[in-house]
């Protein structure tokens, strides 16, 4: 099981370390201890407060030019014998991603584990919000 240091958790919830020891220390985000006797967060743990924490900020990046790269956890996998349904949540940004189960496996994708969404579109819509 993947588990994550606060600092690690706080990058990729976009907000700071102490942050995210107020989030411990109020019971909102569980952390256990290691045999040294750090904090850390199970990446299952990390996978649900994500996903039912959407309003987070999402991680910042200056001097970038990929945009189209999303850090954060894995939060469920759906697997058939064929292909698979990988949903990652990278900050407040839910993405779902079709792959082919041979490479699920291979990464050993499960809810927990930290990746990387990379999107590349032949496609892009740009629309307005309503005033």
């Known amino acids: 099981m993947a588990t994550y240091k606060i600092g ?4 990729l919830l976009g907000i700071s370390v ?13 952390t ?7 904090r850390v967060v199970e990446g299952r743990q990390l996978a649900r407060f994500m996903a039912a924490s959407p309003e987070q900020k999402p991680e910042t990046t200056v001097g970038r ?7 954060g956890i894995v ?8 292909a698979a349904q ?3 949540q990278a900050g407040p940004h839910r993405l779902v991603a079709l792959i082919t189960r041979e490479a699920a496996d ?8 930290r990746a990387v969404a990379v999107v590349k579109a032949t496609n892009v819509i740009v629309e307005l919000p309503r005033r």
């Open 32 to 38: 256990v201890r290691t045999s040294g006797g750090q």
């Open 106 to 113: 291979e990464l050993a994708l499960a809810p927990g584990v």
């Open 65 to 71: 030019s990929a945009r189209n790269h999303f850090p």
């Open 18 to 30: 102490d942050s995210v020891r107020r989030l411990a220390d109020s019971g909102r985000l569980a």
């Open 75 to 82: 939060t469920r996998v759906v697997k058939d014998r064929v």
């Open 8 to 11: 690690e958790v706080a990058a």
């Open 86 to 88: 990988v949903e990652i």
